[in-house]
């Protein structure tokens, strides 16, 4: 095919919407009028999250669309429906090919590419049932303690985000539905969420103090780098306490600029970022621990904590003591499930490993084995 010039970016939930209304929606009715499906746009992709931007088209972006069917149904037509779209879909949607060339047969990436045969498209036909147990290890049905717990926070931001342009599953009042899952899957439970919040806090108690002993030692580029990683707890943390799940290191400065604290807070993140000082590090930290901390005791989820600084025992380092908060919040959890666990957290709190959270099997497997080690 000769090249052809790029059209105009638009935003790929509103491009998967004209995908399925224009192109989709038309081959349903004519070959399986009456087919009871779910249409959205869900799963990984910058737009699911509302980051992506021309840049975004270089990979997997494009007309792509999320078609759920009945279990059944889907066993039934699944294979047939893909090939029929293969051969029924448009080249193009307003202007962005629907097939995906794979540019190495080793890497699953697809780039858009005008074809003059079939498609290779991006339309997956699935059941909702099964999607979530590929995409978070569970079902449909009410996830338990430990489920919650094994959820990347990423996963659960793909699951429920995006946009769902037909929700038309009748599961005869059981909740089946893809809108009853997204709606059951929006935010933890109250103690869930009071657990890993205890636990957030904690993460910051353990190394709040480092800042100031490796400027003492010496050390200021280890220094800067403890500020650094206390800087992403302070933003994770911020995103829980705004109950929005955070994604993944590549925009979670875009997540955490969408809160309603980031313009007041994020001079003070910046500030110890960039500073090259401790003493201008340490205060910048500081003066974000005491916005945070005073933000933490705004919901009454706990009992409130004194949200001032102070010294480090007795060194000359200033911290807020952030464990304070931890006890305060884990003195609030009363599941038996969570209450005997230590303040370890969710699996994206001990991990950071994308190979390791794109693992649904290994995740709940060490949430499970920390679990029974703690009750033995």
């Known amino acids: 095919m000769h090249p052809h010039p790029r059209p105009d970016f638009i935003p790929g939930l509103d491009l998967s919407r004209i995908l399925y209304e224009e192109a989709v929606r038309p081959v349903l009715d004519s070959a399986y009028p009456g087919l009871r499906h779910a249409a959205a746009r869900v799963g990984s992709g910058s737009e699911v999250l ?76 699935d059941d909702v049932g ?47 539905t893809l809108g009853a899952a997204r709606a059951r899957l929006a935010w933890y439970p109250d103690q869930v969420w009071r657990y890993l919040l205890a636990c957030q806090w904690q993460r910051i108690s353990q190394e709040e103090a480092f800042v100031g002993r490796c400027a003492e030692a010496g050390d200021d580029l280890g220094s800067a780098v403890v500020a650094g990683r206390l800087v992403r707890d302070l933003m994770r943390l911020c995103l829980l306490l705004g109950r929005t799940y955070a994604p993944y290191s590549k925009w979670l400065g875009s997540a955490f600029g969408r809160l309603a604290v980031a313009e007041e807070l994020t001079p003070s993140l910046a500030g110890a970022l960039a500073a090259t000082e401790y003493p201008v590090r340490e205060r910048h930290l500081c003066d974000a621990y ?42 609030t959890v009363t599941h038996p499930e969570l209450r005997g666990l230590p303040l370890t957290g969710g699996v994206d709190q001990w991990a950071d490993s994308t190979d390791f959270l794109g693992l649904t099997g290994p995740r709940r497997a060490t949430v499970d084995a920390l679990a029974r080690t703690v009750t033995r």
Not at 140 to 147: K, N, Q
């Open 50 to 125: 509302g980051f992506d931007s021309a840049r975004s088209a270089d990979h997997e972006w494009g007309p792509r669309l999320n078609l759920f069917l009945a279990p059944e149904e889907a066993a039934e037509h699944g294979a047939e429906l893909r090939r029929l779209l293969a051969v029924r879909l448009p080249k193009h949607v307003r202007g962005w090919p629907t097939h995906f060339r794979r540019h190495d047969p080793e890497v699953p990436i697809g780039l858009m590419e005008l074809t003059e045969g079939e498609v290779d498209h991006r339309v997956s036909v």
């Open 130 to 176: 099964n999607w979530l147990r590929t995409e978070l290890g569970v079902a449909a049905a009410e996830p338990s303690v430990r489920d919650w717990l094994a959820m990347p926070q990423q996963r659960l931001a793909e699951v429920t985000g995006g946009a769902v342009f037909h929700d038309g599953l009748d599961t005869h009042g059981l909740g089946g």
């Open 290 to 331: 005491e916005f945070v901390a005073t933000l933490q005791n705004s919901t009454g989820l706990a009992d409130p904590v004194d949200p001032a600084r102070r010294p480090y025992h007795d060194r000359p380092f200033q911290v807020l003591h952030a464990e304070r908060f931890a006890r305060a919040l884990a003195a």
